[in-house]
T-cell receptor, first 111, second 112 residues
Framework: DVKVTQSSRYLVKRTGEKVFLECVQD?????MFWYRQDPGLGLRLIYF???????EKGDIPEGYSVSREKKERFSLILESASTNQTSMYLC??????????FGPGTRLTVT | DQQVKQNSPSLSVQEGRISILNCDYT??????FLWYKKYPAEGPTFLIS???IKDKNEDGRFTVFLNKSAKHLSLHIVPSQPGDSAVYFC???????????WGAGTKLIIKP
């Protein structure tokens, strides 16, 4: 079974803090993704990576950065958290564009 | 510009009846379509998929129908069960692309 794990299920941070969300997959997948999910807006792609040290902007990259130093690990960084970044963050991985496998999600609240 | 649309934000169905969730797309280059199911506070899980060379794919209680001329697909759940209550996302991809393009989701509520 594909396993995608995320470092935290729930996180509460203050405005202006730097936030790190970690994601690890164990299936040697090339592609990894960070999404955020908000009610009525579906899944919006923040960043994705198709190889180590490679990254591409998704639909809503502003206010975020990413790091992929190892194939199995993809980190999402909020440089200075703001209240409009309160959301559910979902990491995913895939071998191709055919199916992605998601982690359990991190519910981030920024106060 | 939304390439994948799920026009019904929510749907309520009686337990035991058929649930039909709909999805429309605009990009004729899409050649693979997927449905995901998501419970609150969990990541989406893959449910069923269909290639554009087919018009139907069935897996147990779940059937996906694809109408390429109308650029429309639907997910049928028969019979609907309480555990089917979740948000359902439709997604599409084209062969040359790493990404899935997602619909906004439909919340399915199964009434006892």
């Amino acid at each position: 079974d594909v396993k995608v794990t995320q470092s935290s299920r729930y996180l509460v941070k203050r405005t202006g803090e730097k936030v790190f969300l970690e994601c690890v997959q164990d299936m040697d997948h090339e592609n990894m993704f960070w999404y955020r999910q908000d009610p009525g807006l579906g899944l919006r792609l923040i960043y994705f990576s198709y190889d180590v040290k490679m990254k591409e902007k998704g639909d809503i990259p502003e206010g975020y950065s990413v790091s992929r130093e190892k194939k199995e690990r993809f980190s999402l960084i909020l440089e200075s958290a703001s209240t409009n970044q309160t959301s559910m963050y979902l990491c995913a991985s895939s071998l191709s564009g055919r199916a992605v496998y998601f982690g359990p999600g991190t519910r981030l609240t920024v106060t | 510009d939304q390439q994948v649309k799920q026009n019904s934000p929510s749907l309520s169905v009686q337990e035991g009846r058929i649930s039909i969730l709909n999805c429309d797309y605009t990009n004729s280059m899409f050649d693979y379509f997927l449905w995901y199911k998501k419970y609150p506070a969990e990541g989406p899980t893959f449910l069923i998929s269909i290639s554009s060379i087919k018009d139907k794919n069935e897996d147990g209680r779940f059937t996906v129908f694809l109408n390429k001329s109308a650029k429309h697909l639907s997910l049928h759940i028969v019979p609907s069960q309480p555990g089917d209550s979740a948000v359902y996302f439709c997604a599409a991809s084209e062969d040359s692309n790493y990404q899935l393009i997602w619909g906004a989701g439909t919340k399915l509520i199964i009434k006892p």
